[in-house]
Nanobody
Framework: QVQLVESGGGVVQAGGSLRLSCAASGGTVSGSARGWFRQAPGKRGEFVARIRKSTGITYYTDSVKGRFTISRDNAKNTVSLQMNSLKPEDTAVYYC?????????????????WGQGTQVTVSS
């Protein structure tokens, strides 16, 4: 069974940068796309970004466009999220996920594989 594990979280000042990575063990992650979600304390989970495994086409939620970049290395079976110009509102636990849905879905329910999450804290 494939296991997803996030890393790279930490504490950073507003305006700073962090790079999150998601590694998979136990085999190659199957499906159409990989993505990142986040959940702040007391808030609902929120879609952040996704990338198609085959084409590399990306999609971002409006609040992170121009600041975050998702990428993947299929040979290494990893996906990353480069986060620049971080804001306090970006503070959350970030989760890596994978979906078999062929459509550009942003729904949590459509992502069947999840990591345990990594904490990102942006101080003001």
């Amino acid at each position: 069974q494939v296991q997803l594990v996030e890393s790279g979280g930490g504490v950073v000042q507003a305006g700073g940068s962090l790079r999150l990575s998601c590694a998979a063990s136990g085999g190659t992650v199957s499906g159409s796309a990989r993505g990142w979600f986040r959940q702040a304390p007391g808030k609902r989970g929120e879609f952040v970004a996704r990338i198609r495994k085959s084409t590399g086409i990306t999609y971002y939620t409006d609040s992170v466009k121009g600041r975050f970049t998702i990428s993947r290395d299929n040979a290494k079976n990893t996906v990353s999220l480069q986060m620049n110009s971080l804001k306090p509102e970006d503070t959350a636990v970030y989760y890596c996920a994978a979906t078999t849905n062929p459509w550009p879905t942003t729904r949590e329910a459509d992502f069947g594989s999840w990591g345990q999450g990594t904490q990102v804290t942006v101080s003001s």
